[in-house]
T-cell receptor
């Protein structure tokens, strides 16, 4: 089925470890986004991309890096995980800035 | 900030009743979207309404937009247990990213 696929679904990291979250979409969408969701705070934008090879910072970019080497993939990296990065991470994509977003099912990350 | 703020934070109703939730925002927008999130899942796009539109329908959903009051409402008619979820509004302007509110948790009781 068409959509946005996130891997992994769950992960536990120790403080200081690094990891990469992968997002893949097969809808030929130009725009892709990484959000984090914390209780009572809604979704906050970490980084986004408006096309292959482009990335930009969102609302809460510190401690994260991203890459969009292929149009269908958007990677989110944590270089040195901190407990404050414990959250649920969602990837989303859209055809353009105004299109409805298609979300992945999320990655639950715990940093201990 | 143009962040939308949903109201109420939580809502409990009986099956068959209508559910209304509101979204208020602070600055002018080009469009507003509503999303649903079931527990443990990603958000699902429900409806998009543009600033020059006043009302849109999709099945049992009705969305209104009042740009003079900077507010929108989502009405779910004849609610079902399966409508139990969190509902988010997202506001946006051309060239800017959409900003999501903290959501309304809807519980539909059998």
């Amino acid at each position: 089925n068409a959509g946005v696929t996130q891997t992994p679904k769950f992960r536990v990291l120790k403080t200081g470890q690094s990891m990469t979250l992968l997002c893949a979409q097969d809808m030929n969408h130009e725009y892709m986004y990484w959000y984090r969701q914390d209780p009572g705070m809604g979704l906050r934008l970490i980084h986004y991309s408006v096309g292959e090879g482009t990335t930009a910072k969102g609302e809460v970019p510190d401690g994260y890096n991203v890459s969009r080497l292929k149009k269908q993939n958007f990677l989110l990296g944590l270089e040195s995980a901190a407990p404050s990065q414990t959250s649920v991470y969602f990837c989303a994509s859209s055809l353009d800035w105004a299109g409805g977003y298609t979300f992945g099912s999320g990655t639950r990350l715990t940093v201990v | 900030s143009q962040q939308g703020e949903e109201d109420p934070q939580a809502l409990s109703i009986q099956e068959g009743e209508n559910a209304t939730m509101n979204c208020s925002y602070k600055t002018s927008i080009n469009n507003l979207q509503w999303y649903r999130q079931n527990s443990g899942r990603g958000l699902v796009h429900l409806i998009l309404i543009r600033s020059n539109e006043r009302e849109k329908h999709s099945g049992r959903l009705r969305v209104t937009l009042d740009t003079s009051k900077k507010s929108s409402s989502l009405l779910i008619t004849a609610s079902r247990a399966a409508d139990t979820a969190s509902y988010f509004c997202a506001t946006g302007n051309y060239g800017q990213n959409f900003v999501f509110g903290p959501g309304t948790r809807l519980s539909v009781l059998p």
